[in-house]
């Protein structure tokens, strides 16, 4: 169940398990486990590969939003490939903080499913 904790959570970057525990060092290095509760968040190798689905809703949703608004705003007084262009622009610099939510998001998608006999942490 999503609580308002899981969901604070979530957008401060925290440990599924125990909600406190950052899960990147770095703008693109992710902790191997929480420095918290010591929960490893790449469970087995390749874990990750279904964040691609969650990176590419984010980035999808992210650009058209871009550029509706840089159409709606811009095209008029320049042209549409232009404004197209300002919306990529803008696009861009935001590419690491949907690479780190959507690493995130399906940690804390996929923490139901964790063995707890091979965990000593409680969950939440």
Same mark, same amino acid.
């Given at each position: 169940?999503?609580?308002?904790?899981?969901?604070?959570?979530?957008?401060?970057?925290?440990?599924?398990?125990?909600?406190?525990?950052?899960?990147?060092?770095?703008?693109?290095?992710?902790?191997?486990?929480?420095?918290?509760?010591?929960?490893?968040?790449?469970?087995? $190798?390749?874990?990750?590969?279904?964040?691609?689905?969650?990176?590419? +809703? =984010?980035? @999808? &949703?992210?650009? #058209?939003? !871009?550029? /509706?608004?840089? $159409?709606?705003?811009?095209?008029?007084?320049?042209?549409?490939?232009? +404004? =197209?262009? @300002? &919306?990529?622009? #803008?696009? !861009?610099? /935001?590419?690491?903080?949907?690479?780190?939510?959507?690493?995130?998001?399906?940690?804390?998608?996929?923490?139901?499913?964790?063995?707890?006999?091979?965990?000593?942490?409680?969950?939440?």
């Amino acid at each position: 169940m999503w609580t308002r904790d899981r969901v604070w959570a979530i957008l401060r970057q925290r440990c599924p398990v125990c909600l406190q525990g950052q899960m990147f060092s770095g703008i693109f290095t992710m902790s191997p486990q929480c420095p918290r509760c010591g929960h490893e968040f790449e469970r087995e $190798t390749g874990f990750f590969q279904g964040a691609m689905y969650i990176s590419w +809703a =984010l980035g @999808v &949703a992210s650009f #058209a939003a !871009l550029a /509706i608004v840089s $159409t709606w705003l811009l095209a008029p007084l320049i042209s549409l490939p232009l +404004a =197209l262009a @300002v &919306a990529f622009g #803008a696009y !861009l610099p /935001i590419v690491p903080m949907l690479f780190r939510y959507s690493r995130v998001i399906w940690a804390h998608v996929n923490i139901g499913t964790r063995d707890t006999s091979d965990e000593s942490t409680g969950s939440r």
